[in-house]
């Protein structure tokens, strides 16, 4: 079974969801037969890469709302967050533009190091002080050399806008076909669609339908083609 | 869409039947959204590492034919294959045990350089003079960088056994849970399977039918849990 999970590396709904669909994919018996990926989806696709504004200046700027509220609505995230045993630093945040982080991840991906990536920029984003925005290609090349990528290999996919564009572009799209408007957005065999950061035991009845409703494989053309068995490799006689 | 390949490097028709599968896709109109990946299947499993044999004796062996008749048969093999543009030499060629080849191919996979690697595979086994059973370890070696490996990662899966030998066996038990009994098996979505090296035709109707019956997202749960899109990051008053 495949489950893909749209996100986006400034979306906390995305870190905290994460954690709770993690949780519940470790109780999931099946679990080591269930793959995980995940897909691009740009909160604030239209920012330019360096514009970056504080997350509280960005949320009263966004909804008129005073900086109270925004910080309340901050510190309401950060206790989410800290029941699911995840760091989220409520005060300092930066907000910007998470397309090369995009491109990281695919690039990442090629290489089997995509949730390796992944959870490190959330952690990177979400919970240490240092910005993931303001510091240029080589914090995130740092970041992706703990996520185990090598160090020039990730530079060079940062320094050519071009480099896995069309996958994150492709992604986006994708999502718009199945109908996800918000993130995170969880698709379970292109079948199953949850919406949202739900609670673990959302994730876990997904998974559990979504594993149950595997349809049977419907043979198509089953009038014997050439083969090789383990009993050798016939030629049908017609 | 997701397209997996069960194969074996020993089986003649796998190679045969990439090339007619490869055809229908390259002239899929959505081949951009189909993922191909490709899985383990020895055919013959129990067959010691060190245990190789030319085809022809294996051939006279297993089906007490003739050798004249088991030189025919690799005649006939090499006729389908000059038939999809495909090199096979029809002398000469040895059998031996894949094991270490698919745990490669898994590796390959993490990489990004599965396909690389499996056309490099066929092409060493089915059209080169050099055996890739006789010259140990090295010769897969070069092999993986022809398909733009590391040469040492490569050297250090092959030196132990063990790297990615479960992997196989997961494949292998799909395969029988599936309920294919040689390969090449082709299986779409998890839903349509089809088996042998099929005509190309065979499979662009495969391919169409698996595309059109892709079944619309059904969103579960979907009572609005905690969601960040283009206007923001909304907390439900819930």
């Not at 029941?83 to 907000?95: F, I, V, W």
């Not at 009845?205 to 149950?212: E, K, N, P, V, Y």
Request: glycine share 8%.
């Amino acid at each position: 079974m495949r489950v893909e999970i749209w996100t986006d590396i400034a979306c906390p709904w995305c870190y905290v969801g994460k954690a709770r669909f993690d949780k519940a994919l470790a109780a999931f018996p099946h679990r080591e037969q269930v793959e995980v990926v995940h897909r691009s989806f740009e909160l604030d696709p239209h920012r330019a890469k360096g514009d970056v504004t504080p997350v509280l200046t960005m949320l009263t700027r966004k909804y008129g709302m005073s900086e109270a509220q925004a910080q309340a609505g901050e510190d309401n995230l950060g206790a989410q967050a800290a029941a699911e045993g995840l760091e989220y630093r409520t005060r300092g945040r930066d907000h910007g533009n998470t397309f090369d982080m995009h491109r990281l991840l695919h690039f990442a991906e090629e290489q089997g190091r995509q949730t390796a990536l992944l959870d490190a920029l959330y952690r990177a984003n979400f919970a240490e002080e240092r910005s993931v925005f303001t510091e240029g290609d080589e914090r995130l090349v740092e970041l992706a050399v703990a996520a185990g990528l090598d160090a020039d290999a990730a530079r060079t996919v940062l320094a050519d806008p071009t480099a896995y564009a069309d996958e994150v572009r492709a992604d986006e799209r994708e999502a718009a076909q199945l109908g996800a408007t918000g993130v995170p957005f969880f698709v379970l065999d292109r079948k199953y669609g949850v919406s949202g950061a739900q609670p673990a035991e959302v994730f876990t009845r997904a998974l559990t339908q979504a594993w149950g409703d595997r349809p049977p494989l419907t043979l198509l053309d089953d009038d014997g083609a050439e083969a090789c068995g383990p009993d050798g490799c016939a030629v049908p006689q017609h």
